[in-house]
């Protein structure tokens, strides 16, 4: 699929409803399966990742079924989930694959997980190193010649008995891995701890607390304590709240093309994500936050844009907040773009190791643009340019969602039409995005080829 864009003639205006944000999305749909009880989930959204976790589901034994705009799901309970008939096919999506990767390790059945080319070529050892020191069973195959590391397919399993119970420091931050291992200590005796070097998403501890998982958290150490537990998870239901993921690709748009007034109802404003919206107000942009509320065991609030952002200057990107930022860098990069001054970003080496080469592909993005962006083995440096618009430009989003929806957004304020090729991908996360910018206002069109 191609996306082709037209600068924006006038202000964006209009209220888009954001789809059920995909992190969260994956655990209601993964962590039902583990409920005593029937979980039902509003909100999910329809994105080809969340499919995955779906039918990952149903291979282990739940039941899905639709009941109004609601799913139920039916799950097996702990200890009652059935080998899948086949491997399962995780497609693009890492978390799904990860997130299996602790759910499995402990069952005493071998499971094999696989996905597309992009997810093949993903690291995994992050997630084997500690789920092997608990006893998991854990093959891959070896990554390139050196075999430093392991990538899909996986086979996991069988377990012989209960997992060993680990107290494990990430080298890195990842709420994947983090994620992988409280699963896996479902499956183990005693207490099973995790240490985060820096804050990530804590929506897996927020649902399984919300379950009634034995879970207990102190700063940045999370653990899961087995020792005298019923095993019994159970949940009535959950609300997946807008992702703000996806709703920064709108709210980017309304600040650098203007906005009579944007509001997108509903979404996650969870501390963990709100990081580009602290970058955003770090560089002079205004994003309203109107009608908070808990959403089950999120927060969410209405995101208001009004008015152009003008003045809009560099800043630096670095530590805990590239961390709660690190999905929505390559369209922060296209803001960057358009503000006065060098933004760096730092400490978001993870890009490296996302559907594409982040820092690569964002840079010979803006690249394409006009935009000077230079690499760093960490980050990225651009150089704004807001007195004149950005060259239109015909961009190759190497098959990644989030680098051909900013590139979208970078044609909004472009001297001409811009082009984006091999953004099939965007269905991933985000279906209905050139729907949703056209709504605003915005002339863009996809097309097959």
């Not at 009941?67 to 989930?81: E, Q, T």
């Not at 992050?126 to 093959?139: K, N, Q, S, Y």
């Not at 087995?226 to 019994?232: A, E, I, L, S, V």
């Not at 093309?257 to 501390?271: T, Y």
Request: glycine content about 12%; charged content about 20%; some cysteine.
């Amino acid at each position: 699929m191609k996306l082709f864009v037209e600068p924006a003639s006038h202000p964006l205006s209009g209220t888009i409803a954001i789809p059920g944000d995909k992190s969260i999305g994956h655990r209601a749909l993964l962590f039902s399966l583990l409920s005593a009880t029937p979980v039902r989930v509003l909100g999910l959204g329809d994105g080809a990742d969340n499919g995955r976790s779906a039918r990952a589901v149903t291979q282990l034994g739940g039941a899905i079924a639709r009941d109004g705009a609601a799913l139920v799901i039916r799950g097996s309970g702990l200890d009652a989930m059935r080998p899948p008939a086949a491997g399962i096919d995780c497609g693009n999506s890492g978390t799904t694959i990860r997130l299996l990767c602790g759910l499995v390790a402990g069952q005493r059945f071998a499971t094999t997980l696989f996905g597309d080319e992009s997810l093949s070529r993903r690291p995994m050892q992050r997630v084997i190193e500690p789920l092997a020191a608990m006893g998991a069973v854990i093959t891959g195959s070896p990554a390139g010649e050196a075999a430093r590391d392991v990538v899909p397919p996986l086979t996991i399993g069988p377990a012989t008995g209960p997992l060993t119970a680990i107290d494990y420091t990430l080298p890195m931050a990842s709420a994947q891995v983090k994620s992988a291992i409280l699963l896996a200590g479902l499956y183990a005796d005693g207490v099973t701890a995790v240490t985060e070097p820096g804050p990530t998403r804590d929506h897996s501890e927020r649902m399984l607390a919300y379950l009634g998982a034995p879970l207990t958290t102190a700063g940045r150490r999370v653990a899961i304590d087995t020792r005298g537990w019923n095993r019994r998870l159970a949940g009535d239901g959950f609300e997946v709240p807008g992702d703000p993921s996806s709703a920064a690709f709108l709210i980017a748009a309304a600040l650098l093309a203007g906005a009579r007034e944007v509001r997108l109802p509903g979404i996650c404003v969870n501390p963990t994500r709100t990081g580009f919206l602290d970058a955003i107000a770090a560089m002079g942009g205004s994003v309203e936050h109107a009608a908070p509320r808990d959403a089950g065991p999120e927060p969410v609030a209405d995101l208001v844009v009004r008015g152009p952002a003008p003045g809009l200057r560099a800043t630096e990107i670095a530590g805990d907040l590239a961390v709660r930022a690190i999905d929505e860098l390559p369209v922060l990069a296209v803001i960057a773009a358009r503000a006065h001054g060098t933004t760096t970003v730092r400490d978001a080496g993870e890009l490296r190791v996302k559907e594409s080469d982040r820092i690569a592909t964002t840079c010979a993005m803006l690249r394409a643009f006009g935009v000077s962006c230079e690499p760093r083995p960490d980050g990225f440096v651009v150089e704004g340019r807001p007195d004149r618009p950005l060259a239109a430009a015909r961009v190759a989003s190497d098959g990644d969602h989030r680098i051909a929806m900013a590139a979208a957004i970078a044609g909004l304020v472009a001297d001409g039409p811009s082009q984006i090729d091999d953004a099939d991908n965007v269905a991933t996360s985000y279906p209905g995005f050139a729907a949703a910018l056209r709504q605003l206002g915005g002339a863009i069109r996809d097309a097959a080829g």
